[in-house]
């Protein structure tokens, strides 16, 4: 599903979560703003646009620079709402209700209906479908998202990754619900390959006392 050119790890297990994620691997020294053209790239990598539509939206800051604008905004409240409210479910905490707004907010401008969409693992499932039609219906899954796993309660499954260098959140849907990292490729191995060296170290050291 992650598409090897692009700098967004998918790795948050539910489309909200990996929305606020975003931007999920900032260079060093780059900001946590989110950019416009990382907005466009999460909404082709998602496939809540396809890449016509992506490269449309591209060119919406020449074509449309205040709808652009707004959209961002908007996109940036949002994430910044889901991270306290992933931050509240980690910690098992109630979820204010000035973070829910934002989400309540695209809710209620984008007016959409699910649909029965056939998979082809799992059966059918269902699909918010959005109306098309202005462009705040682009964040409606995002939010459909966000308030499926505020709907879900706690204890929640939204975890925290426990390497102190990574700020990701993801979905624990592991069997044991022990999961500690957002990838075990990006932080697990990382953590196992640092224990390791601390260990050799120690070892070494010891051997040289
Ligand atoms: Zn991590």
Redo the contacts with the bound molecule.
Sequence with gaps: MTNPNSSISL?GGRLAIDFANLPSLPAAGESESLSWEKLVEFLHATRIVSLDRAEELWKLTDSDPQAASDLLGRAERLRDALRFVFKALTANERVPSEWVAPINEILRVTEGHDELVETTSRGWRMEYIAREGGLDWLLAAIARSAADLIVEGQPSEVRF???P????F?YDNSRTHRRR???MS??GNRHKVAAFARRRNLKRRAASA
């Design positions: 790795v990754c426990a390497n260098a990574c700020s990701l993801f990292w957002c990838s990006l932080c």
